[in-house]
Structures are given as structure tokens and as C-alpha cells.
């Protein structure tokens, strides 16, 4: 027997199914603000559902059916493996792991990705469950919300002044330092996500959502805000900011944005979210230090920016 659970993110409402004998802790707590179950037993079809999570303990990966490695991404952990699957439909499974030993859980798709089971070895399920989760959930819900104008970035948010500001970089670049120069700072500003905000053109707006994934930071806030600037830093001996111009500002989002870049339908759908995005949303460049006047020059330009 199953149990199930429906989710909201951003609008977009998915399905997890987990044993009944499950235990209740191994579920990972992130995702409790995004309950939206509206009844007990809710049974697959009774909602708009972005697709549908089935999470499976195994004896052994050896035996789920996944096809040969075709690509093993990302520098460090969490590693993705992307696998053919030699189905003859043009489908991959995926797996994603902490070391670049072997993935520790498998993720098998339908070929429109709308249904999917996790498979997680039975001898560490308690260890692994939260983790395979976390990483299959976040690659269906990239992959379904792309054609509804719906994007997931690495990126850290702040709400301030009934706006969200979008903090986006390298790894290591300093957005999470960044936001929290902001908190200290600013008596109104507020963490909106430190890692994996959802950014959705709707209605002709743009707005910033909090999410179940926000990287080391616990930060779950099942919220919106209209998306008031997004702005790439970069580290450097001085503070300066620059306005970017259309070009600059898509090239400046897109290396921030989740996606299966292999799909070309999928990237379709990004490049087309992007051109709402940057026609709605002023996009900066801000070289800085790590000190309270980078706060101060970058808070003072974005929004003075947004009241004009």
C-alpha cells in the first residue's frame, strides 16, 4: 500500500507516493510549509498534477533497469548520472549520488517525465531517503514547470519593500554573504531562499517564489513576491554597480538557471521564460567586496531604480 502527499510550489501542484509502512521522519521536513493536500487518501487525477513521485526501497540498484552511463555531471556533490536507456523510446534514467563511486539512488521516468519512481536500496533507505527525494523532486519539477514560464535558479532572495531581490553568481562567488549584508543592514529585509528560488512569468508579471530547496540554509517559505531586480555579483576590490542592458541581462541569468540543456524542447522553454524575465525585470552587475557598503551601493541603486 501507498500513501500520498500533493505538494504546491509556485502554483504547480505534484504527487509523492511512499509505503505505507514508511516512516514518518524519513520524509524530509522542507516540504511540510508546501502541504497541500485537501483531504486525506488523495488519490492521483482528483488534482492538476505536474506529474507524480513514487518513492520504492530496493534489495539491490543492480536490479532496477537503467541503461548504460551516458554523462556523469556536476563538480562536486550531489553527483548526477544521466543513463540511457536503451528502451528503443529515446527515454534516460538518472541517478544521483555523494560520491562518483556509483549513484545511490536510481530515478526512472515516463518519456514526458509527468510519472517517475525513486528507487532507494532498502539497507540505507533511512540515510538515503531525504536525498533521493530531494534531487528526483527537484529535476521533475525543472523539467514539467519549464512550458508554464516557470524557472528554477541558483540563486539567493531577499524580500525587502514588498519586492524580492535575486542574488545570483558562482559558486563561492558570495550571494548567501550578500543576503545576509542585507538582513543586518536592513530592518525589513527578510531571507525569501539562499538557494533555489522559482522564478515564474505569469499574467504578465514576474514574481519570486520560496521553495522546498534552499541548499545548507533552512529556509522553506512557501511565499511570493513580485521579482523587483535580479543582480550577478562578482568579487572584486571595490563597489560598483552597472545596469545591464537586454543581451547582457540574459547572459547574465541563463548559467544561473536549472535545465536539461540535452532537450532542446526544454531549452526552448527556458529561452522563452528568459525574454519575460528580462522585459519585465532590470537586471544589474555588481562587483563587490564582502562589507555592509556593498549592501548599502547595491540596495540604494536597484531600488531607487524600481520607485523611478
Not at 60 to 70: F, I, M, N, T
Not at 184 to 213: C, H, Q, T
Not at 272 to 296: G, R, T
Request: charged share 20%.
Amino acid at each position: 500500500m501507498k500513501k500520498s502527499n500533493i505538494y504546491t510550489v509556485a502554483g504547480h501542484s505534484f504527487a509523492v507516493a511512499v509505503p505505507e509502512e514508511f516512516p514518518r521522519h524519513l520524509c524530509p521536513g522542507n516540504y511540510a510549509p508546501f502541504l497541500d493536500n485537501e483531504e486525506d487518501g488523495v488519490e492521483d487525477g482528483e488534482k492538476d498534477l505536474l506529474f507524480c513521485l513514487d518513492v520504492a526501497p530496493v534489495g539491490d540498484l543492480a536490479d532496477v533497469r537503467h541503461g548504460s552511463v551516458k554523462e556523469l555531471l556536476n563538480e562536486e556533490a550531489p553527483y548526477f548520472w544521466i543513463f540511457e536507456d536503451g528502451g528503443g523510446d529515446g527515454r534516460f534514467s538518472f541517478g544521483f549520488s555523494r560520491s562518483k563511486s556509483g549513484p545511490d539512488c536510481i530515478l526512472c521516468t515516463s518519456a514526458d517525465f509527468s510519472r517517475a519512481t525513486v528507487y532507494v536500496p532498502e539497507s540505507c533507505c533511512a540515510e538515503l531517503a531525504g536525498f533521493a527525494m530531494d534531487n528526483s523532486l527537484m529535476l521533475l519539477y525543472t523539467f514539467r514547470s519549464a512550458p508554464y514560464g516557470t524557472l528554477l535558479l541558483h540563486a539567493s532572495v531577499v524580500g525587502y519593500a514588498d519586492g524580492g531581490y535575486m542574488f545570483l553568481g558562482r559558486s563561492g562567488t558570495g550571494k548567501s554573504t550578500h543576503s545576509r549584508l542585507w538582513l543586518k543592514n536592513f530592518a525589513d529585509a527578510y531571507l525569501l531562499n539562499d538557494d533555489n528560488p522559482v522564478v515564474r512569468a505569469e499574467d504578465g508579471r514576474v514574481n519570486v517564489y520560496g521553495s522546498p530547496w534552499s541548499g545548507k540554509t533552512p529556509c522553506y517559505k512557501n511565499a511570493v513576491l513580485p521579482l523587483r531586480a535580479a543582480v550577478r555579483l562578482s568579487q572584486a576590490p571595490h563597489n560598483r554597480i552597472e545596469r545591464l542592458s537586454p543581451v547582457s541581462s540574459y547572459a547574465s541569468l541563463l548559467p544561473s538557471c536549472s535545465c536539461m540543456r540535452w532537450d532542446s524542447a526544454a531549452m526552448s522553454d527556458l529561452h522563452a521564460a528568459l525574454e519575460k524575465i528580462i522585459s519585465s525585470v532590470p537586471c544589474w552587475h555588481l562587483e563587490c567586496l564582502p562589507d555592509d557598503d556593498a549592501a548599502m551601493v547595491c540596495r540604494d541603486a536597484i531600488t531607487c531604480d524600481v520607485r523611478s
